[in-house]
């Protein structure tokens, strides 16, 4: 039976679509899930459907237009967070990219929830010496390496250790 990935999208996410794709590319079965404020049954049915799965995918985009902030409108959708909270409790793999990560960093998903260390984002400005060189977003691919046992995650575990 193929795995299942949850993909949930808010109003103004993007990038849904390319992800859903590449999940069924690798042989999974994906699962786009709605969540919208005003509609508690289907916030409510989704939650419970994104339990069930096997993991999740947040993708990036624009929820909400991020008017209060990046990631905290669709972190305070409560059916959404218990649902992604739940995932990451159990050891379910949740990768999120860009927006995804912000919602992610809103909800303090990166670390079980009685850690005693957490993750922040930055502001988004690069500086040396003190001086601000700029403060927008930095379009360039970046090439990282792998430095852990890759075992530790499923994300790693088709990596050698040491392999950019």
Do not use: W
């Not at 590449?22 to 989704?46: C, Q, S, V, W």
């Not at 409108?73 to 409560?78: D, G, H, S, Y």
């Not at 967070?81 to 739940?86: K, N, Y």
């Not at 990560?101 to 079980?112: C, G, W």
Request: aromatic share 10%; proline share 6%.
């Amino acid at each position: 039976m193929k795995p299942v990935i949850a993909v949930p999208y808010f109003p103004g996410s993007n990038g849904d679509t390319d992800a859903i794709e590449r999940i069924e590319e690798f042989g999974m079965k994906a699962e786009p899930l709605y969540f919208h404020f005003g509609d508690e049954k289907r916030l409510t049915d989704n939650a419970a459907s994104m339990k069930q799965m096997d993991g999740a995918f947040l993708c990036g985009g624009f929820p909400y237009e991020d008017r209060l902030g990046f990631g905290r409108v669709p972190a305070k959708i409560k059916q959404y967070a218990d649902a992604v909270r739940d995932m990451v409790d159990r050891g379910k793999p949740v990768l999120a990219v860009c927006s995804g990560a912000q919602i992610a960093n809103a909800m303090d998903l990166a670390f079980p929830k009685d850690a005693s260390y957490t993750a922040k984002l930055l502001p988004n400005i690069c500086d040396r010496d003190g001086e601000i060189v700029y403060s927008k977003f930095l379009d360039k691919v970046v090439y990282t390496k792998l430095i852990c046992d890759p075992e530790r995650t499923a994300f790693t575990r088709s990596y050698e250790n040491g392999e950019v």
